[in-house]
């Protein structure tokens, strides 16, 4: 029995693994992931603006970095070489630290210019994008660049032109 269960188990990681990447799952995976386990720790904890932050702001950001980021990396189905080349951590590190850096500036917009430029009021809720954007951010570029890169296959380097080589014939 256990021989039985260890090829199973190894031929449902292998057919996991080979699963292509689908934008749409990515996207729905990086709301309801977030909006699920934010939501349950607002009910759990009693704090009413993460319940609702949950399924907006966190879940929201999430769906809309996983979109962004997994468009940008398919491009219309053909990546970009380099960034099949370079090792998975330097470019989800990367990514990562751009979209982080967007986020993290959305964020310092709505919270704080915004109210002292605006007629719109600060609010609790305007506060928590700067911390809830860049997090939400972080996590799902990470989640979907590394699921994208485990579905690529490394660029084959492209011969290079150069004098014929002699061939044997056997």
């Given at each position: 029995?256990?021989?039985?269960?260890?090829?199973?188990?190894?031929?449902?990681?292998?057919?996991?693994?080979?699963?292509?990447?689908?934008?749409?799952?990515?996207?729905?995976?990086?709301?309801?992931?977030?909006?699920?386990?934010?939501?349950?720790?607002?009910?759990?904890?009693?704090?009413?603006?993460?319940?609702?932050?949950?399924?907006?702001?966190?879940?929201?950001t999430s769906a809309v970095v996983a979109f962004l980021v997994g468009t940008w990396l398919r491009r219309g189905g053909q990546p970009r070489r380099w960034t099949t080349t370079i090792p998975r951590t330097a470019l989800t590190s990367g990514l990562?630290?751009?979209?982080?850096?967007?986020?993290?500036?959305?964020?310092?917009?709505?919270?704080?210019?915004?109210?002292?430029?605006?007629?719109?009021?600060?609010?609790?809720?305007?506060?928590?994008?700067?911390?809830?954007?860049?997090?939400?951010?972080?996590?799902?570029?990470?989640?979907?660049?590394?699921?994208?890169?485990?579905?690529?296959?490394?660029?084959?380097?492209?011969?290079?032109?150069?004098?014929?080589?002699?061939?044997?014939?056997?």
């Amino acid at each position: 029995m256990p021989a039985t269960k260890d090829r199973t188990s190894r031929s449902r990681a292998a057919s996991r693994s080979s699963r292509p990447f689908t934008l749409w799952r990515e996207v729905l995976t990086a709301y309801v992931a977030p909006a699920l386990t934010a939501g349950a720790a607002g009910v759990a904890t009693g704090q009413q603006d993460l319940a609702v932050a949950a399924c907006t702001s966190i879940a929201g950001t999430s769906a809309v970095v996983a979109f962004l980021v997994g468009t940008w990396l398919r491009r219309g189905g053909q990546p970009r070489r380099w960034t099949t080349t370079i090792p998975r951590t330097a470019l989800t590190s990367g990514l990562v630290i751009i979209v982080v850096g967007a986020a993290a500036a959305l964020g310092w917009f709505t919270g704080q210019w915004l109210p002292t430029h605006t007629p719109i009021p600060a609010t609790p809720w305007l506060e928590r994008l700067r911390i809830d954007l860049p997090v939400s951010a972080a996590l799902a570029t990470t989640i979907v660049t590394l699921r994208w890169r485990a579905t690529t296959s490394p660029a084959q380097p492209t011969p290079r032109p150069g004098p014929p080589t002699p061939r044997s014939r056997a």
